[in-house]
């Protein structure tokens, strides 16, 4: 079994950062594809980001292309969203998610980003 667990969320006014980070624990590895999906208010939970496992390709959604960055750190088994450059629109709640194969498996409980205008 793997954990997935975020953190890093917060309130932020337009304009700022933020970063997110996820770690996985239990029965991981690094060949896991790991990925930030969120889940607007009311709206339904959306793709943003995909980095390959090892890290050697990354895939973003339009809407924060050219703001969001995603890395991974396997040594800390640990992901990262470095978010900029928010828009209020960006408020929702961000999940990480691994993928062993063809599937996203494993799901965080979610950190709450909040961007105020």
């Known amino acids: 079994q793997v954990q997935v667990l975020e953190s890093g969320g917060g309130l932020v006014q337009a304009g700022g950062s933020l970063r997110l980070s996820c770690t996985l624990s239990?029965?991981?590895?690094?060949?896991?594809?790991m990925g930030w999906f969120r889940r607007p208010p009311g709206k339904a939970r959306e793709w943003i980001t995909t980095i390959t496992g090892g890290g050697d390709s990354t895939d973003y959604a339009n809407a924060v292309k050219g703001r969001f960055t995603i890395s991974r750190d396997d040594a800390k088994n640990t992901a990262y969203l470095q978010m900029n450059s928010l828009k209020p629109e960006d408020t929702a709640v961000y999940y990480c998610?691994?993928?062993?194969?063809?599937?996203?498996?494993?799901w965080g409980q979610g950190t709450q980003v909040t961007v105020s205008s």
């Open positions: 239990g029965r991981t590895s690094t060949t896991y594809a």
């Open positions: 998610s691994a993928r062993p194969d063809r599937t996203w498996s494993y």
